[in-house]
T-cell receptor, first 119, second 116 residues
Framework: AQTVTQSQPEMSVQEAETVTLSCTYDTSESDYYLFWYKQPPSRQMILVIRQEAYKQQNATENRFSVNFQKAAKSFSLKISDSQLGDAAMYFCAYRSPRPYMNRDDKIIFGKGTRLHILP | DARVTQTPRDKVTEMGQEVTMRCQPILGHNTVFWYRQTMMQGLELLAYFRNRAPLDDSGMPKDRFSAEMPDATLATLKIQPSEPRDSAVYFC??????????????FGPGTRLTVL
């Protein structure tokens, strides 16, 4: 079974600095999707960034980028120029694509990393 | 701006009472997911539907929980009878199935359930 591990329960970063959140996963599949979700105090889960395993290029969304190391099964999130609004719980997640008729759409989430932004 | 809606936003009830949580998926989405979030367990998948048919509810306690989709615009999660250990935030998410699609799941705002 696939598992997702976030080893940092909490992190802090100074405003305007860069922070990296770690995520490792375990799977025997070669093709899959990885996601980072953000959950601010409002509770709303927001997709931050996604990565397809068959793409070697790391995904980037504005100040958010990932370091995808497929062989190491590592998927870290880098937040540049941290802002107060980035304070939230961040979840790493995994999903495997399967043939349509047997598709398993389940997303497996890590336990989360709570990110604090220090003014 | 299409979004998943959930009602109620917060619910406080007493042990033994029936609780019904409702979710309206984004129009056109054909997959619906129910998750439970607690501090100890994180996000757990309880059940999910594709085209209104239940595909997997192995994460759901069968004796007290039930999930249904009466129609394409409504998903319900019921707990009867409720227990204090059911206190959690319950999220509904919807998505659009498709071959090799991202199948991004769009989450609702959640229902915070407190069972006294």
């Amino acid at each position: 079974a696939q598992t997702v591990t976030q080893s940092q329960p909490e992190m802090s970063v100074q405003e305007a600095e860069t922070v990296t959140l770690s995520c490792t996963y375990d799977t025997s599949e070669s093709d899959y999707y990885l996601f980072w979700y953000k959950q601010p105090p409002s509770r709303q889960m927001i997709l931050v960034i996604r990565q397809e395993a068959y793409k070697q290029q790391n995904a980037t969304e504005n100040r958010f980028s990932v370091n995808f190391q497929k062989a190491a099964k590592s998927f870290s999130l880098k937040i540049s120029d941290s802002q107060l609004g980035d304070a939230a719980m961040y979840f790493c997640a995994y999903r495997s694509p399967r043939p349509y008729m047997n598709r398993d759409d389940k997303i497996i989430f890590g336990k989360g990393t709570r990110l604090h932004i220090l003014p | 701006d299409a979004r998943v809606t959930q009602t109620p936003r917060d619910k406080v009830t007493e042990m033994g009472q029936e609780v019904t949580m409702r979710c309206q998926p984004i129009l056109g989405h054909n997959t619906v997911f129910w998750y439970r979030q607690t501090m100890m367990q994180g996000l757990e998948l309880l059940a999910y539907f594709r085209n209104r048919a239940p595909l997997d509810d192995s994460g759901m306690p069968k004796d007290r929980f039930s999930a249904e989709m009466p129609d394409a615009t409504l998903a319900t999660l019921k707990i009867q009878p409720s227990e204090p250990r059911d206190s959690a935030v319950y999220f509904c998410a919807s998505g659009l199935d498709g071959d090799r699609a991202y199948n991004e799941q769009f989450f609702g705002p959640g229902t915070r359930l407190t069972v006294l």
